[in-house]
């Protein structure tokens, strides 16, 4: 069974950083790309940032582009973003999200930047 549990959200002032985990089991972990996504209050989901399988390549939302930076430990199972110069609009749910033989998501870690 494919899991993914997500951690490391929290509240942060603007122009903060947090860096998020996403561990992941059930399946060959570095066989596939991992994606981040996020879901603010009363909007729908939003592409963040993806990495491939084996983390040469990685692709950013514009509005991400030199903020966020995605990367993972296959040896660990783990994908993380690490985001820095948080904004209020960067509230929001944020998942790791993998597809094998179907979609599949974590929890969300919650993520609230406010001063």
């Known amino acids: 069974e494919v899991q993914l549990v997500e951690s490391g959200g929290g509240l942060v002032q603007p122009g903060g950083s947090l860096r998020l985990s996403c561990a992941a089991s059930?399946?060959?972990?570095?066989?596939?790309?991992m994606t981040w996504v996020r879901q603010a209050p009363g909007k729908g989901l939003e592409w963040v940032a993806s990495?491939?399988?084996?983390?040469?390549?990685?692709y950013y939302a514009e509005s991400m582009k030199g903020r966020f930076t995605i990367s993972r430990d296959n040896a660990k199972n783990t994908v993380y973003l690490q985001m820095n110069s948080l904004k209020p609009e960067d509230t929001a749910v944020y998942y790791c999200?993998?597809?094998?033989?179907?979609?599949?998501w974590g929890q969300g870690t919650q993520v609230t930047v406010s001063s």
């Open positions: 999200v993998v597809t094998v033989t179907g979609l599949h």
């Open positions: 059930g399946f060959v972990f570095d066989d596939y790309g």
């Open positions: 990495i491939t399988f084996n983390g040469n390549r990685e």
